[in-house]
């Protein structure tokens, strides 16, 4: 009696561990399946009815991150059908490249609204732009037209240098007012004359008197340019997109859904990608009312370039200009300003051609 007792103690062990290896066994090749690539072509085992693969995060993702293959964090996993959650993702290609929208932890199915799109719309928790900016970087949007921003060249992922022109003028500095100044007589010596108007410099004539020589026209503003904001990143060109995902750089839609183009506007927003420091520049520089052009930089180009700011006199110094003299012939009719674009070919080579 004794002796058969323990045979069925043992043969209850052993049943039990055996249980349990086959346990481990199933689970171990399920993870298996799950994080190891299978080789192109490999028969694939049929799952069991009821059954699907879903991909499932093996890792903690954090909001912000983008998803790839390299640093496998997800994964394929059986999951039974009645169960699979509303837009449940089948297909790891589906995932790669895609950007977390918000946390996702481990073990956790990935659903299409967890993630962005390639272009992005708005997300539910935050904004897909916002998770496209590095850190200690801000989004800026800048007014521009179709020669500011070369042509309507730019796209997402162009990095850009701006040129600022600015007027300059000489002002009062107490008053901060446009000089000339003008003076009046408050109470001038008994039997002298005063004479009212704007204060020029005064000068004395041949023969002896002193007089104020005043403009005849207001001060004319002297221009300087220069390089400023640099390496700034194109975020987006237009209008950020809020529903519907637009085309991917280089991807195409089918004929039929060839969506047709809006006419562009005269001017439309650039999102560019800056440094808080370069957002204060361009923001006052937009309330100054500064001429913007943005500069295309090569594919690949980084880092800070030094210029030197372009005036008239350095131009004329540079390229050896000669201030051209006074003669006492001209040509007719008289040129008196310059055409920037020639509005039709019978316009001149120089302008003027109404």
């Known amino acids: ?30 993870v298996q399946q799950a994080t190891t690539p299978v080789p192109e072509g490999t028969p694939q085992p049929e799952l069991p009815t009821g059954v699907t693969e879903i991909v499932v995060a093996v890792q903690n993702i954090p909001r912000g991150m983008r998803i790839t293959e390299d640093i496998n964090a997800v994964a394929l996993q059986s999951w039974p059908a009645d169960a699979v959650p509303e837009g449940a993702i089948t297909d790891l290609e589906a995932v790669y490249g895609r950007v977390a929208r918000v946390d996702i932890v481990r073990e956790m199915p990935l659903l299409e609204d967890m993630l962005t799109e390639e272009a992005g719309d708005m997300g539910a928790v935050g904004s897909d732009a916002a998770l496209r900016i590095p850190p200690g970087k801000v989004a800026y949007a800048l007014p521009v037209a179709r020669y500011s921003s070369v042509a309507w060249a730019l796209r997402p992922g162009d990095h850009v ?15 901060q007012t446009i000089l000339p100044n003008n003076m009046a007589c408050i109470s001038p010596p008994e039997g002298e004359g ?19 020589v005043t403009s005849s026209e207001g001060q004319r503003p002297r221009l300087v340019t220069q390089l400023t904001v640099q390496d700034a990143e194109v975020l987006y060109v237009g209008e950020w997109p809020m529903e519907e995902r637009p085309p991917a750089e280089g991807e195409e839609l089918p004929e039929e859904q060839q969506p047709t183009p809006p006419p562009r506007a005269e001017v439309e927003p650039l999102i560019l990608i800056v440094t808080r420091q370069d957002a204060i520049v361009l923001d006052y520089a937009l309330a100054a009312g500064a001429r913007i052009n943005l500069l295309l930089r090569s594919a690949g180009e980084t880092g800070p370039v030094t210029t030197e700011s372009v005036t008239l006199q350095y131009i004329m110094e540079r390229f050896n200009i000669e201030l051209p003299p006074k003669l006492p012939y001209g040509t007719t009719p008289p040129l008196m300003r310059l055409e920037r674009i020639p509005k039709s070919e019978a316009a001149g080579q120089y302008g003027g051609g109404e």
Do not use: H
Request: proline share 3%; net charge negative.
């Open 194 to 212: 005063c004479v009212s108007g704007p204060m020029g410099r005064l000068e004395v004539l041949p023969n002896g008197w002193l007089v104020n």
């Open 1 to 30: 009696m004794r002796g058969g007792r323990i045979l069925i103690i043992v043969g209850g062990i052993l049943f039990v561990g055996a249980l349990a290896v086959g346990l481990l066994l199933l689970r171990s090749r399920g």
């Open 161 to 175: 240098d701006i040129i600022l022109s600015l007027l300059m003028v000489d002002l009062d500095e107490e008053t």
